[in-house]
């Protein structure tokens, strides 16, 4: 991950004055889960997807993503900068199937932590979201142990985050483990 093209992107971001945050492999390589971040995720506010994608045009070039079953982000798009791959998820869905849609909630609550990179804010999501979110998509990457073990040494920090996932109409065994991650 190249580190100035995170601080282009969020000085921009911030200049829109929209909501957004780093998750995905970024945030775990933030909290030394991972060592190398191969891209970088921004959640976004998708009303701002447009204004997003103005910026994101005088930077760098954009990049066909087509969405995947079971997705449902609203607006998904991605753009290439200084040979780092960016992807932008604004109102990120999974459909459950049954006409269930996991929601990742992107609002002040879910951006629970920042980092200042010479003087510029990079917004983060929080490890919590990102365990529903990981378990949501079956954990193709094998992030969930990683997370397990960082919560017990490290503990919940955000655990009404975790709760009001619990009101989503998730998967029975998905919710068993968010149980079993309040129990840390």
Same mark, same amino acid.
């Given at each position: ?72 982000t609203?607006r ?16 990120f !869905? ?53 997370? !397990? ?25 998905? !919710? ?5 991650i309040?129990?840390?």
């Amino acid at each position: 991950m190249n580190i100035e093209v995170l601080k282009k992107i969020a000085k921009g971001l911030n200049e829109l004055q929209s909501t957004w945050a780093i998750g995905g492999s970024v945030l775990l390589n933030h909290y030394g889960l991972v060592d190398k971040p191969n891209d970088i995720d921004i959640l976004v506010d998708p009303n701002y997807a447009d204004e997003i994608e103005k910026f994101m045009d005088t930077i760098g070039k954009p990049i066909e993503l087509p969405s995947k079953e079971p997705f449902r982000t609203e607006r998904f798009f991605g753009y290439v900068v200084e040979d780092t791959m960016v992807e932008f998820l604004g109102g990120f !869905k999974i459909s459950l199937g049954d006409d269930k849609i996991y929601r990742f909630i992107l609002d002040n609550n879910a951006i629970t932590d920042y980092m200042i990179l010479d003087g510029v804010k990079i917004n983060l999501t929080a490890l919590e979201d990102w365990f529903v979110a990981y378990s949501v998509m079956k954990d193709p990457k094998k992030r969930i142990p990683l997370l !397990k073990e960082h919560f017990n040494k490290s503990k919940i920090n955000h655990r009404d985050l975790l709760e009001r996932n619990l009101k989503q109409d998730l998967p029975q065994n998905i !919710k068993k483990d968010i149980d079993s991650i309040l129990r840390i």
